[in-house]
């Protein structure tokens, strides 16, 4: 078992790791990108990674405060469902209506991976080969989706 700050130490050096051996890979638009932080230059959508002692999660979340606009949001992200599925090549679950871990409500489009754990290192290469062809498949997807949300800047 591990202490607070050991996990805290743990996944801070997944996340440096998987940072260091993604920095040499260029976003879709040819720009030098942050995948750990990826910004989607859209207020309120975040690609999120996670990571627990159980599983690992990436997703699209909207947590706009407005319950219509994100709903809107949703509406639109739907719209461009094939061509989500196209570059991703693979099913994702889409959630108009859940809840992050704080209690706030979000939609989310995410894909996950059971029975990894960040915790053991030998599941690292697992989780960064899980995270690395569908991050830059998303990013893939974005450099020509993003102009669909401009009205949402």
Same mark, same amino acid.
């Given at each position: 078992m591990y202490s607070r700050e @050991?996990? $805290?130490?743990?996944?801070?050096?997944f996340w440096t790791?998987?940072?260091?051996?993604?920095?040499?890979?260029?976003?879709?638009?040819?720009?030098?990108i942050n995948?750990?932080?990826y910004k989607t230059g859209i207020k309120n959508i975040?690609?999120?990674?996670?990571?627990?002692n159980k599983n690992a999660?990436?997703?699209?979340?909207?947590s706009q405060p407005d319950e219509g606009i994100r709903h809107l949001v949703f509406?639109?992200?739907? @719209?461009? $469902?094939p061509v989500f599925r196209a570059a991703l090549q693979e099913e994702w679950d889409w959630s108009n209506v859940c809840f992050d871990e704080?209690?706030?409500?979000?939609?989310?489009v995410s894909t996950s991976?059971?029975?990894?754990?960040?915790?053991?290192?030998?599941?690292?290469?697992v989780l960064i080969s899980f995270f690395k062809p569908r991050i830059i498949a998303l990013d893939d997807f974005w450099s020509t989706a993003k102009y669909s949300f401009d009205i949402f800047r």
């Open positions: @050991e996990t $805290k130490k743990l996944k801070e050096h790791t998987f940072g260091q051996y993604m920095a040499a890979v260029p976003s879709s638009d040819m720009e030098k995948w750990v932080n975040f690609f999120r990674m996670n990571v627990t999660t990436l997703m699209i979340e909207m509406e639109q992200l739907l @719209e461009l $469902k704080y209690g706030k409500e979000v939609s989310r991976l059971e029975n990894v754990s960040i915790l053991k290192r030998e599941d690292w290469p």
